[in-house]
């Protein structure tokens, strides 16, 4: 589930909680916050960044794949690596996350820890 940020609209009159920003988890389908959990003090969304999975258009998705294929016909392993590896955090998506750590071998990088990371986050998926 995504991870929100709030602050408090007059961080003077917040508490603790929302004086400072503080996350909180929420459905997408959940109506945002109006008010601080703490104090009920007006609160509004901070929209700078979220957390959560970026969903891109199945255009988008091709593209890259499309690009990544590109520089592994080419050799540039490491360009291909980090574009599938940066791809798939975006999307979660574990097969690319494979094909980049792959592209990091071929290019000559240490992938050992990167290996154990991929199967310490297999829940995610
Ligand atoms: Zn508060």
Not at 80 to 98: F, G, I, N, P, Q
Request: glycine share 4%; hydrophobic share 30%.
């Amino acid at each position: 589930m995504p991870i929100y940020e709030y602050e408090a609209v007059d961080p003077k009159k917040g508490c603790k909680r929302c004086r400072k920003r503080f996350e909180t988890i929420q459905a997408i389908s959940d109506p945002p916050l109006a008010a601080c959990p703490s104090c009920g003090q007006k609160v509004r969304k901070v929209i700078s960044w979220c957390r959560a999975a970026v969903v891109e258009t199945p255009e988008e998705h091709l593209r890259v794949e499309r690009q990544i294929a590109e520089y592994e016909r080419e050799g540039m392993w490491s360009h291909a690596a980090e574009l599938a590896d940066k791809h798939s955090e975006k999307t979660k998506d574990r097969e690319l996350k494979m094909r980049a750590l792959d592209d990091y071998k071929k290019a000559g990088y240490d992938t050992d820890s990167m290996e154990s990371y991929v199967s310490s986050n297999n829940d995610t998926g």
